[in-house]
């Protein structure tokens, strides 16, 4: 089984989150399992938590999903808390393809009847929000509380021992406690970069026996599992009938005079 992670995290800017990810990820790979890492190349990878800039980046992640699907790749794995591009990749793409948050919220209802989260700050408060609302789970997130890390690469540096390590960790558990508080039976913390860090650091639990989720480990079981299921439903996951319908036979054609080589699994009719 081949899987092809994408990281919205430019190599170069995220050195020591890029080297923990790939530890984190091993933890959570069977036996027979490969995970190819992939962030972002072309243009940013610093900055999702604005809307123009993860649109920006999104670009390169729906070419990349059709780049894994292409190479032989079983299933993506989007490791990014807003999910960027995840349905238009599921209409796109004949493999399975995950959403980071989609995949930690589904999980966390598993493991307890509410769920709290853990933001990075305010810009990226509501853009969780909208995801909880989408997967129609308002009523099982019972808090949402912030952190204040407003330069999301300032996390990077909380890999090493440190002030700012000790920083993110106090603003992480405040805000853990703060989910707890008010009836939280998981947390999850809501940006994919603190959620290896706190993996790193050995924290998968929080006050009154509450489990913290690490949302990557999370992503990759699941990916496994979505793979052995369109295996055997004979290479079948995604419903081609509404939102993932892809365009009918009759119609490619035109389409791609216009669009260029998309979905090459439809045949012309």
């Known amino acids: 089984m081949k899987l092809w992670y994408q990281s919205l995290t430019r190599p170069d800017a995220w050195p020591a989150y890029q080297a923990a990810l790939r530890r984190v990820l091993a933890q959570a790979t069977d036996p027979g399992t490969v995970i190819e ?5 072309k243009r940013g990878g610093v900055g999702d938590q604005y809307r123009r800039l993860e649109f920006i980046e999104t670009i390169e992640v729906l070419e990349n999903v059709e780049r894994a699907e292409a190479e032989g790749f079983d299933a993506v794995l989007l490791g990014n808390i807003a999910d960027p591009g995840l349905r238009t990749a599921r209409e796109m793409a004949r493999i399975p393809v995950l959403g980071l948050c989609e995949s930690s919220l589904f999980t966390a209802c598993q493991m307890g009847v509410t769920v709290g989260l853990v933001v990075s700050n305010d ?3 509501s853009r969780i929000l909208e995801n909880v609302s989408v997967y129609g789970l308002n009523t099982r997130v019972v808090a949402v509380e912030r952190m204040a890390v407003d330069r999301l690469v300032d996390l990077d540096a909380a890999f090493s021992p440190g002030e700012q390590r000790e920083r993110i960790l106090g603003q992480f558990h405040a805000a853990a406690e703060a989910c707890v508080a008010k009836g939280a039976e998981v947390v999850i913390p809501a940006v994919g970069v603190a959620m290896v860090l706190l993996a790193e650091a050995g ?8 489990p913290v989720l690490c949302g990557p480990m999370a992503l990759v079981q699941a990916g496994q599992a979505a793979v052995r299921l369109s295996r055997a439903m004979g290479g079948r996951y995604a419903s081609r009938r509404g939102a993932y319908g892809q365009p009918p036979p009759g119609q490619i054609e035109e389409l791609r005079r ?10 012309p009719g």
């Open 37 to 41: 890492v992939h962030g972002i190349e």
């Open 123 to 125: 810009k990226h408060y």
């Open 203 to 210: 924290v998968h639990e929080t006050v009154k026996d509450t």
């Open 258 to 267: 216009y669009y260029g080589p998309v979905y090459p699994a439809v045949m």
